[in-house]
């Protein structure tokens, strides 16, 4: 019973590397998420995809990049990494619209950029 | 503009002491308001989902309720178990899916 599975659980990276970070889901969930956690800011969204094919831009979407690979699958790119991109970055997933749209997340990604 | 704010922003309470946690929200049309648990290094947890005033959901220790303006987590005879980072989040009618989360209140309960 995993859920919402990351990859990898940490990062360090130095300024202008790239990276990708793994999101998967086991639930058959429409719609998945990546969002941001930074100390007093609480969590904001990166980019999410409604259903497979589709991808829209969050609150916070400069300097990430998605794929959303298949129904499972839902990754974020970061190109050219900036100190400011330290954080720790959240995958959830849901069953898209009326009152199912409960967002189940996975267990995080902690980047450090150096 | 949409908002959410969580009161207080951390809490430390004896253990059995009762209290409550607040989220008072802005939103346009409220499609739902969710509670969620979050340990330290681990995702958020999901608690609770209400859709209308006057609604309320338990589940052990913890009871959630919700008015036209603001939600709260009330906590009875918490054990150091409870304590945890609450967050708050709500969800539009207008448009998409997404959540508007708060900042969360860090929950601390000693023994």
């Known amino acids: 019973n995993a859920g919402v599975t990351q990859t990898p659980k940490f990062q360090v990276l130095k300024t202008g590397q790239s990276m990708t970070l793994q999101c998967a889901q086991d639930?058959?969930?429409?719609?998945m998420y990546w969002y941001r956690q930074d100390p007093g800011m609480g969590l904001r969204l990166i980019y999410y995809?409604?259903?497979?094919?589709?991808?829209d831009k969050g609150e916070v979407p400069n300097g990430y990049n998605v794929s959303r690979l298949n129904k499972r699958e839902f990754s974020l790119r970061l190109e050219s990494a900036a100190p400011s991109q330290t954080s720790v970055y959240f995958c959830?997933?849901?069953?898209?619209?009326?009152?199912?749209?409960?967002?189940?997340f996975g267990a995080g990604t902690r980047l450090s950029v150096l | 503009e949409d908002q959410v704010t969580q009161s207080p922003e951390a809490l430390r309470l004896q253990e059995g002491e009762s209290s409550s946690l607040n989220c008072s929200y802005t939103?346009?049309?409220?499609?739902?308001l969710f509670w969620y648990r979050q340990d330290p290094g681990k995702g958020p947890e999901f608690l609770f989902t209400?859709?209308?005033a006057g609604e309320e959901k338990e589940k052990e220790r913890l009871k959630a309720t919700l008015t036209k303006k603001e939600s709260f987590l009330h906590i009875t005879a918490p054990k150091p178990e409870d304590s945890a980072t609450y967050l708050c989040?709500?969800?539009?009618?207008?448009?998409?899916?997404?959540?508007?989360f708060g900042t969360g209140t860090r929950l601390k309960v000693l023994a």
């Open positions: 209400l859709y209308s």
């Open positions: 939103v346009s049309g409220l499609r739902g």
């Open positions: 989040a709500v969800q539009a009618t207008s448009g998409t899916y997404k959540y508007i």
């Open positions: 639930m058959n969930h429409n719609s």
């Open positions: 995809s409604a259903s497979e094919g589709t991808t």
């Open positions: 959830a997933s849901s069953q898209g619209g009326g009152t199912l749209n409960i967002q189940y």
